[in-house]
């Protein structure tokens, strides 16, 4: 049986922080991943805003780690090569009584260690968002956004690329302890492991009824978004919020631009009983996109180019308030038995300074040799649509398939979709695809794109089609074919 | 960077590309090059395996490949240029395009350039169907491409949504592969596509047509287990307590084709908002000087006879060098009852094909044209339904008409 | 005699006709605005038949089908028998449009014809 200093359950972007960090030690790290791919839960069905801090109660764990993790993006950005851009956010307020609110979330914010907070009246607003109207606005300078799937992708390839495992497919289904080690049982076999990290977001809960008792509930909580179409890229420069509402049933949903030029409407706040139940309703498409076109009234009805819905891992129910702090601790029990649990926004913000927090408590119990070879690949993808002429003419001599453009309504080529497909976690459904490479996100949504996608997975990668997923280990896309050649 | 020079340039080698090349060769143009993103000529025809085109313009019900063939020979007979697997990567108004292809970037200066990118399809959340988001959701036509050219089954047990052509011929066309075809969604208290298509894709096989229904749910978490529909009234919400939940593991979308316009609105031509399709003139020549338009990213036609003759009509303008410069412009503007009318306006005297739509069925409909309120054309048709497409013609002098045409159907 | 309505395709109206008939004689009722609508609907109730397209599975072809068509509208009851045999039929590439894939299936009278033309691989 395979041992390992260091098993993670979970390969979001709580679990890819961690690896990356533990790849930087001489150590055997594995991270079990129970979908097809990284990202692939909460982690990649979120707003991507990097939060200043202005949100979190002060003293809290979430204030921490966010401020923590907000300093560090930047850098983490130069190094594995992300896109992040610093567009601010306004929270907007609509009168006086409103703009109170403002004065508490500054104080906050000041008292979390936020800089560059100031209040700006709506004159100012106009002049940098000329289609947002307000009284007066919080100019929050630190908040940032980023592609949530594609920092959790870099990380994680990083980390595989630093020879920590990342078992996709693999779901946990029992752990004991023996002794000084952890046997993790699973689908794809058995293993044991030194220390046992509980990154597993949504069934955090799950992992930890496996070797004690939990004194602590998960309260799944969806949150709908709507996308529009990138055309409408240029009606907002930052982010814009409105002032939390305190009026039961409205969402206040914010407007949040994203790297690759869309407008997120979201997300809305619903507790639910199932932790997978990420479907969009028809109640709260229509209340997004409501409020969104009274935040902006030029919002056109058929902007909407798709839907998608996030679950929050919360620790406190509606009754008790909907909020709670993080839970990072070792197990008094199970010594060795590091859990993270409750890990909801500020998580994507704070997910470096979690995972450096981590690596302290493991280095409790191992002592971290820093590897000599640690690599960092710019894990960025080359986007031919962003490159110059000169560049894009050079890349093409050297391999054609730079020239062959398959994704139409984002111009990527069957370079790019090839180089996703080839990705070092070995990950390889039309979402893996899409995320890494963006073909299928566009305004056709696949329409031109996935029979190319498949022809590639086909006679580029030797898929059978019997084995091409969408998303999800049981999505499969096609039942065999309409032909067979039948044996005389 | 490859520089070609061109007199007409085409983008998209469908049937709107492939009859306005070989036409503008046929009228004097010298170098005519078709563009083309994938690596077929033909555009959507290969794959509509099934026959009823040219049955107007040939006399003969051809299957779309053998619509595609008969103008493919006659443009290679003619030493008409395609330039296969090519990406148009944008034009301006100065008729230059930029595209890229496995050779490299190709920089193309044209006389004329004639769009013919066709039309895309509605996705689910154009219409936003509410619900998990499983693998087995397929837009109609590109399950048509998998079943038809790449030989790969969709599935089992198929629900279509949506009554038009695309989605009737889907239904005909699964259960011939012995798949489960439980039923087409229709919203409208009427089938959309052609009655000759209902009848032979629907009652042929005893597929039922859920009329006035619609899709509310979409269930399944990996692959799509169920999908709910409801009864609609004439205002088109769901009527309470009719919901019923279908399973089913594919569901096929036929909700609409969009004219794809990207690049015509990069360059900044102007569009129709009812066509989603660029403003043309009688020659279908946009509003950049040059630039025309024909096949389905002008309009979605019904016919591939009807999409043809006025791709014939634009190739045969683009061909012209020297264009007379403009006298007048009349603006055709659509009045009661009808959607939108082609071409938008006019700027020369001479014959006019008209081509529009109506809002409503209407009985006994008669069209009236007139200027500034004064009948100056009238014609009575035997009916007229929004799914079918209504063609006349008209010669139009233009010291006749005082400021605009205004053109109304009515009962 | 046993009443059927038809509904006509001849043109998008889509008149439906209502006919009375028996195994081998058919009466119009009512229902028809022209003529063709008559000599279609006798035709549809007596004998109907359809054109039928389809595709056959290509070995060693840089395409996997090929769309075919029957020669002539083949009887509606013998649709199901036809499209079997087509699914059991192969052709080896190279394939040429109009080459005859399957001869007088189920002695119809009737081939399966290439709509397409398919390369070698």
Known sequence: MKDFHVAVVGGGVIGSSIAWELSKYDLNSVVFEKECDVAFGTSKANSGVIHSGINSATGSLKAKFCVEGNKLIEPLANKLGFSVKWVGKYVISKNEKEAKELEKLIKIGKENGVSGLKIVDGKEVNEKEPNISGYHALW????????????????????????????????????????????????????????????????????????????????????????????????????????????????????????????????????????????????????????????????????????????????????????????????????????????????????????????????????????????????????????????????????????????????????????????????????????????????????????????????????????????????????????????? | MININTDVTIIG??????????????????????????????????????????????????????????????????????????????????????????????????????????????????????????????????????????????????????????GLIMARRLKFEGLDVLGVVEILPYGSGLPRNIVQCLDDYDIPLFLNHTVTEIIGRDRLESVKIAEVDKNFKVIEGTEKEISCDSLLLSVGLIPENELSKEAKIKIDKNTGGPIVNQFFETSIPGIFACGNCLQVYDTVDSLSKDAKTAGRFAAIKKRN??????????????????????????????????????????????????????????????????????????????????????? | MIEQEVTCIICPIGCKILVKKDNSTCEIIDGFKCKKGIEYAINEALDPHRMLTSSIIVINGKWPLVSVKSSKPVPKNKIIGVINQIKKANVKAPVTSGQKIIKNVLDLGIDIIATKSIEKL
């Open chain 1, 140 to 488: 929050v300078p630190t908040a940032g956004i980023m592609l949530p799937y594609e920092f959790t992708i870099a990380l994680a390839e990083n980390a595989t690329e630093n020879n920590v495992k990342f078992l996709l497919e693999t779901k946990v289904s029992n752990i004991t302890k023996k002794d000084d080690r952890f046997l993790i049982k699973t689908n794809k076999g058995n293993f044991q492991s030194q220390l046992l990290i509980n990154a597993s977001g949504l069934n955090c809960k799950k992992i930890v009824e496996m070797l004690e008792k939990p004194d602590f509930n998960v309260y799944p909580c969806r949150g709908e978004y709507l996308v529009l179409d990138k055309k409408y890229s240029n009606l907002i420069n930052s982010m814009i919020y409105p002032v939390p509402p305190k009026k039961l049933g409205v969402l206040g949903v914010h407007l949040t631009p994203t790297i690759e030029g869309n407008i997120l409407i979201g997300p809305s706040a619903e507790f639910i009983n199932d932790p997978e139940d990420k479907k969009t309703t028809k109640n709260m498409m229509k209340t997004l996109l409501k409020e969104a076109k009274e935040l902006l009234p030029s919002i056109p009805n058929d902007s909407i180019i798709s839907a998608y819905s996030g679950i929050r891992c919360k620790l406190a129910s509606s009754e008790e308030g909907g909020w709670a702090d993080y839970k990072i601790y070792e197990s008094k029990i199970n010594s060795g038995f590091i859990n993270l649990l409750g890990i909801e926004s500020p998580g994507l913000t704070g997910a470096p300074a979690i995972a450096k927090e981590v690596i302290k408590m493991i280095s409790r119990h191992i002592d971290l040799k820093p590897k000599k070879n640690f690599k960092t690949r710019k894990f960025m993808r080359k986007r031919f649509s962003e490159m110059s002429s000169k560049e894009q003419e050079e890349l093409i001599k050297k391999d054609e398939n730079w020239g062959r453009i398959v994704c139409r309504c984002e111009q990527i080529t069957k370079a790019e979709v090839i180089n996703a497909l080839s990705n070092p976690l070995g990950a390889k459904t039309l979402s893996s695809v899409k995320f890494r490479c963006r073909a299928g996100m566009g305004r056709c949504q696949g329409g031109f794109c996935t029979q190319h996608i498949i022809r590639i997975m086909e006679k580029r990668f030797d898929m059978d089609i019997n084995e091409m997923k969408l998303k999800s280990p049981n999505s499969n896309l096609f039942y065999g074919r309409a032909r067979n050649l039948e044996n005389d």
């Open chain 2, 13 to 166: 080698a469908g049937p709107g590309g492939l009859a306005s090349a070989v036409s503008a060769k046929l009228n004097g143009a010298k170098k005519v090059i078709v563009l083309d993103r994938n690596n077929w000529l033909g555009g959507i025809l290969p794959q509509c395996i099934h026959d009823g085109f040219g049955v107007e313009e040939l006399g003969k019900s051809l299957t779309g490949p053998e619509y595609a063939d008969l103008y493919i020979t006659e443009a290679r007979k003619n030493k008409i240029e395609f330039l296969t697997e090519t990406m148009v990567l944008n034009f301006n108004k100065n008729l230059e395009i930029t595209a890229v292809n496995k050779k490299g970037l190709l920089n193309i200066k044209s006389q004329s350039i004639i769009l013919a990118m066709g039309c895309r399809e509605k996705t689910r959340w154009n219409i936003m169907i509410p619900g998990d988001r499983p693998s087995g959701i397929f837009t109609a036509g590109v399950a048509q491409s998998f079943n038809n050219l790449y030989n790969i089954r969709i599935g089992k047990k198929i629900l279509i949504l949506g009554s038009g052509d695309v």
């Open chain 2, 325 to 411: 410069k403009l006298n007048r412009e009349i603006k055709v503007i659509p009045g009661k009852n009808i959607s939108y009318i082609i071409p938008q306006k006019i700027d020369n005297s001479c014959k006019v094909h008209f081509t529009l739509r109506v809002k409503k069925p209407i009985e006994k409909p008669i069209i009236k044209v007139k200027s500034k309120g004064i009948k100056f054309y009238s014609k009575q048709l035997r009916f007229a339904i929004p799914a079918n497409m209504v063609e006349f013609d008209l010669d139009i002098d233009l010291d006749e008409v005082y400021k605009n045409l205004e053109v109304s159907i009515g009962d």
